[in-house]
């Protein structure tokens, strides 16, 4: 199928892929940022580095060819990452992680976990829209190849 332009429509999902690819790209972004900001120590900023490069690639891959290996990677980091996120909201009270040599205070302050909430959000989020890409091109296939 030809745009007005003359290029090549892509005959597979197009919304799809984008939304995932931005999505993933959002949180390599908010990765960067948290390493950047210097609130959790220098070993898990190198940690949060390490992991934005992980997910560059495979967004870019999702954004250009919604390749099938990099949505299973997409896939396989956000469910590690929500039970990451999960695991530091429950082990800290459900108050939320500490950041840094800050001292801990009885005052109850749920930012922290306000934040993991939106954290384990946004990995859901990408988790399910990635599986759920992965199931429209295997049936996109399956059905080519029947025909």
């Known amino acids: 199928m030809m745009t007005t332009e003359g290029r090549v429509r892509s005959a597979g999902p197009v919304l799809h892929p984008r939304i995932c690819a931005v999505l993933t790209a959002v949180s390599c972004a908010l990765h960067l940022w948290l390493a950047a900001s210097g609130h959790h120590g220098a070993w898990l ?50 108050a ?3 950041h840094g040599e800050r001292p801990t205070s009885n005052a109850v302050d749920t930012s922290g976990a306000a934040g993991l909430l939106l954290v384990i959000g946004l990995e859901i989020t990408t988790a399910l829209l ?15 190849v029947a025909s």
């Open 96 to 98: 939320g992680h500490a």
């Open 130 to 144: 990635a599986a759920t890409l992965v199931a429209r091109l295997r049936r996109r296939a399956q059905i080519a």
């Open 45 to 94: 900023g190198i940690l949060m580095i390490g992991l934005a490069a992980v997910c560059v690639p495979c967004a870019v891959h999702i954004w250009r060819h919604s390749r099938v290996g990099a949505l299973h990677q997409v896939t396989i980091s956000a469910v590690a990452m929500i039970g990451l996120h999960a695991v530091l909201l429950l082990g800290a009270g459900g």
